[in-house]
Nanobody, 123 residues
Framework: QVQLVESGGGLVQAGGSLRLSCAAS????????MAWFRQAPGKEREFVAH????????NYADAVKGRFTISRDNAKNTMYLQMNSLKPEDTADYYC????????????????WGQGTQVTVSS
């Protein structure tokens, strides 16, 4: 079993930045891809960003491309999401996820999920 714990959420003004972290513990997840998803009130969970085990390949939702950067430090079992130029529409609960592979933007491809961290962007 892998446990994922997100941190770094909070309240920020539009145009500001936040850095989310996702710490993994438990059973090794060597070889697993990781991703960030988000869910706004009343909306479905949506893909934000994905990174392969090696970190050599990343993918982003169009809505965040150029503003968000996903990275990981496997030595620390931690994944990050640097969020810049935040907009009110980025307000959501952000979840990290880990899985062995599949369609990177589909929640069904991920086995392990964190509990989420709330991000609120004020206008």
């Amino acid at each position: 079993q892998v446990q994922l714990v997100e941190s770094g959420g909070g309240l920020v003004q539009a145009g500001g930045s936040l850095r989310l972290s996702c710490a993994a513990s438990g059973r090794t997840f060597r070889g697993y891809a990781m991703a960030w998803f988000r869910q706004a009130p009343g909306k479905e969970r949506e893909f934000v960003a994905h990174i392969t085990w090696s970190g050599g390949s990343t993918n982003y939702a169009d809505a965040v491309k150029g503003r968000f950067t996903i990275s990981r430090d496997n030595a620390k079992n931690t994944m990050y999401l640097q969020m810049n130029s935040l907009k009110p529409e980025d307000t959501a609960d952000y979840y990290c996820a880990s899985g062995p592979g599949g369609t990177y933007y589909s929640p069904l491809s991920y086995v392990y999920w964190g509990q989420g961290t709330q991000v609120t962007v004020s206008s």
